[in-house]
């Protein structure tokens, strides 16, 4: 199959994640062609390893899954990502995405995608109403629109994949 680039492939701490990011998300990915560059924020990790969904995870991508930075001394482990999918996203990762902090790998690698004209990123947000009524909320979605990438929220995760052909 040829491949359609590389696809960054990243979850943060939202209820249900470890339960279809994988069969929902990035096997749908990996039969549509894509390679994957998977990235966790640090605190999904342990609910990913309690499923024991990691090894399962990593068999899907031939570059390591991240969430820890790499050493000076180390290269980077994968090149930039062709297109980006984050989902679900926590609002406290919308948050500092739109504020553009990268204290983790994840949101590092999706802070200099941002402004990429060639690289899409697709953000889907999982939060309920209590996250969604904190004053910013609103102008964190709306900083990370005019910026150019796709927040989507009612979306079932195969159909993100979607979007990265529109
Ligand atoms: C069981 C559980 C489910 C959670 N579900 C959500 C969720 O759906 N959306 C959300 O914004 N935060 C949710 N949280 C809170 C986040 O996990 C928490 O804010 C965390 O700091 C997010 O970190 P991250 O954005 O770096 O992944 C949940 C927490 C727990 C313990």
Not at 57 to 77: H, T, V, Y
Not at 125 to 141: F, G, I, L, Y
Request: overall charge negative; proline content about 8%.
């Amino acid at each position: 199959m040829t491949t359609r680039g590389l696809l960054g492939l990243v979850a943060s701490g939202c209820g249900g994640v470890e339960t279809w990011f994988r069969t929902g998300l990035a096997e749908p990915a990996v039969q549509r062609g894509w390679q994957l560059a998977i990235m966790l924020t640090p605190a999904v990790v342990p609910w990913f390893e309690e499923a024991d969904e990691l090894d399962a995870l990593q068999a899907l991508s031939d570059f390591p899954i991240r969430w820890e930075p790499r050493m000076p001394s180390q290269p980077k482990p994968h090149p930039m990502p062709d297109a980006f999918v984050f989902a679900p996203a926590s609002s406290n990762s919308v948050a500092k995405l739109a504020l553009g902090i990268g204290d983790n790998q994840a949101l590092s690698a999706l802070n200099e995608a941002i402004g990429v004209e060639s690289c899409k990123v697709v953000v889907m947000p999982q939060a309920n109403a209590d996250k969604r009524r904190h004053p910013m909320w609103e102008t964190h979605v709306t900083t990370l629109t005019g910026a150019g990438v796709a927040v989507v929220t009612d979306v079932a995760p195969g159909r993100l994949l979607d979007l990265l052909d529109t």
